[in-house]
């Protein structure tokens, strides 16, 4: 069973804008804290944004400024707001997240593509 799932990805220009969402498969389970990565061919994944349960976010350098990650609670919902895209953004996006009472564990969803061409 898929805990994690993703969706938001798909083909943009270089300078579009792209809304990734990453929620809980399952209402019962509350999102705690969240990291949005990435995974290019070839390349080892790493860390995009990261957000705390309390709204403390951090962002790896090549995003700063373009990136920007939120959670709405109420909608137990953390988004990846990705402006500005670059053709070097492509990449398979994947929301790992840990959930509330269910311990340290962080859970992978199955990844959605973001592709920056023209």
């Known amino acids: 069973v898929q805990l994690v799932v993703e969706s938001g990805g798909g083909l943009v220009q270089p300078g579009g804008s792209l809304r990734l969402s990453c929620v809980a498969s399952?209402?019962?389970?509350?999102?705690?804290?969240v990291g949005w990565y990435r995974q290019a061919p070839g390349k080892e994944r790493e860390l995009v944004a990261a957000i705390s349960p309390a709204g403390t976010t951090n962002y790896a350098d090549s995003v700063k400024g373009r990136f920007t990650i939120a959670r709405v609670n109420s909608k137990n919902t953390v988004y990846l707001q990705m402006n500005n895209l670059k053709p070097e953004d492509t990449a398979v996006y994947y929301c790992n997240a840990q959930f509330k009472g269910m311990g340290v564990r962080y859970y992978w969803g199955q990844g959605t593509q973001v592709t920056v061409s023209s």
């Open positions: 399952e209402t019962i389970f509350t999102l705690n804290a």
